[in-house]
């Protein structure tokens, strides 16, 4: 693209992010470089590191920008009465939204934090906001399950569904692939609910 004479930080910043999740989405993580990033935004690769502090932290903020979009997607799944069918809604919602951006969501596997490097809080607050929209999902299933256990349950059901999710994204798997995801996810929801009534039953 042409370069403007100024950009203000906070453009220079979107452009930056815009153009790297455009070359993730094109050539995968291995394709990325402060080089490339410059070429595209015209712009020198120094101008990145007065932006950002290394590509870890480019890759970092598009995860978290990624896991914002999931959330909001997760939130316009229309919920009913029927506590099965609004599992099962979101866990469609959420593998279907990981396969459509599968090249963004293989992000969360292929790149490795660096030693010392911690997690954006926003990242955990998203992850968080949408374990509350799955518990909440689940609560009238285990109503008098305490509100930590009823978490770990939903976490345990999502890593499930994010195993699934990661497998399908890569394109890695026999059996598992973008194609047989959603009924992978059906089933592995099928059989989570029988288990957490069951279990809710003979309480």
Request: aromatic share 6%; net charge neutral.
């Amino acid at each position: 693209m042409g370069r403007r004479s100024v950009h203000s930080p906070e453009e220079l910043r979107q452009l930056i992010l815009d153009a790297s999740q455009t070359i993730v989405e094109r050539n995968g993580i291995t394709g990325l470089s402060a080089r490339e990033i410059a070429r595209m935004i015209g712009y020198s690769p120094g101008t990145l590191y007065n932006i950002f502090e290394n590509l870890d932290d480019v890759l970092l903020t598009l995860q978290v920008q990624l896991m914002a979009r999931t959330l909001e997607h997760m939130k316009r799944v229309p919920l009913g009465p029927h506590s099965d069918q609004n599992i099962e809604a979101l866990a469609h919602s959420y593998v279907d939204f990981a396969l459509v951006n599968r090249r963004m969501w293989s992000l969360f596997l292929a790149h490795s934090l660096p030693p010392g490097t911690t997690v954006p809080a926003l990242l955990h607050d998203y992850t968080n906001s949408i374990i509350d929209i799955v518990r909440g999902a689940l609560e009238p299933i285990a109503p008098n399950s305490p509100r930590e256990a009823l978490d770990a349950t939903a976490r345990t059901l999502w890593a499930g569904l994010n195993g699934i999710t990661a497998i399908a994204a890569t394109e890695k798997g026999v059996y598992l692939t973008p194609a047989t995801a959603q009924s992978f996810a059906k089933e592995l929801t099928t059989i989570f609910l029988k288990g957490l009534r069951f279990e809710v039953a003979h309480q």
